[in-house]
């Protein structure tokens, strides 16, 4: 069955503080892996694709990278406007009905 | 260039009724995907059209139901709401659809059943 399985479902972190959030799929076939932020009360707002092991790609003080059964999304000395929840999603291309599936989340919350 | 918008923004409805909620996607996509958010599930897949056609369809009863016009706008329908239809419905627009291009999200109709 495919699946999509985020940790930790909540981090806290000093302004400054490096660290990584991870995203582990089972999806057949995958066709691409995407990263969004998600801040209370609004829609997903996107980050990034990923299509092949090894791809890296990055924006400011975030950087995602792939591997066969996982992501990464790496935050590099993270500032308090970071805190959002970070969600990834996974397109697989023998999927069923429903082609994209989304992890939970993972509530990411920088201290000043 | 515009982004996905929703209407309404905020819905309050009673058990039983119906409630149809609207999605303009950003110009020149052709792909409407629909997603119910709630705490409990996360981002659920309700069903994705492409050019007037229904493409995928997650695991929802038969109350809901969608349609897209001519010009990529999109309509989901939830007919005998309840409790549990309680959500935050997110609309998000594609260039070609969920197969592997990344998706652009609407504010969201923010649903309450009471």
């Known amino acids: 069955e495919d699946q999509v399985t985020q940790s930790p479902e909540a981090l806290r972190l000093q302004e400054g503080e490096s660290s990584s959030l991870n995203c582990s799929y089972t999806?057949?076939?995958?066709?691409?892996l995407f990263w969004y932020r998600q801040d209370p009360g609004k829609g997903p707002e996107f980050l990034f694709t990923?299509?092949?092991a090894g791809e890296e790609k990055e924006k400011e003080r975030l950087k995602a990278t792939l591997t066969k059964k996982e992501s990464f999304l790496h935050i590099t000395a993270p500032k308090p406007e970071d805190s959002a929840t970070y969600l990834c999603?996974?397109?697989?291309?023998?999927?069923?009905?429903?082609?994209?599936?989304f992890g939970s989340g993972t509530r990411l919350s920088i201290r000043p | 260039k515009a982004g996905v918008t929703q209407t309404p923004r905020y819905l309050i409805k009673t058990r039983g009724q119906q409630v149809t909620l609207s999605c303009s996607p950003i110009?020149?996509?052709?792909?409407v995907s629909w997603y119910q958010q709630t705490p409990g599930q996360g981002l659920q897949f309700l069903f994705e059209?492409?050019?007037?056609?229904?493409?995928n369809k997650g695991n929802f009863p038969g109350r809901f139901s969608g349609r897209q016009f001519s010009n990529s706008r999109s309509e989901m329908n939830v007919s005998t709401l309840e409790l549990g239809d309680s959500a935050l419905y997110l609309c998000?627009?594609?260039?070609?659809?969920?197969?592997?291009?990344?998706?652009?999200f609407g504010p969201g109709t923010r649903l309450t059943v009471t």
């Open positions: 998000a627009s594609s260039s070609s659809g969920t197969g592997g291009h990344e998706q652009y």
């Open positions: 999806v057949s076939g995958l066709r691409g």
């Open positions: 990923l299509y092949s």
């Open positions: 999603a996974a397109a697989g291309r023998y999927s069923s009905a429903s082609k994209i599936i």
């Open positions: 110009s020149g996509h052709r792909s």
């Open positions: 059209y492409f050019s007037e056609t229904q493409r």
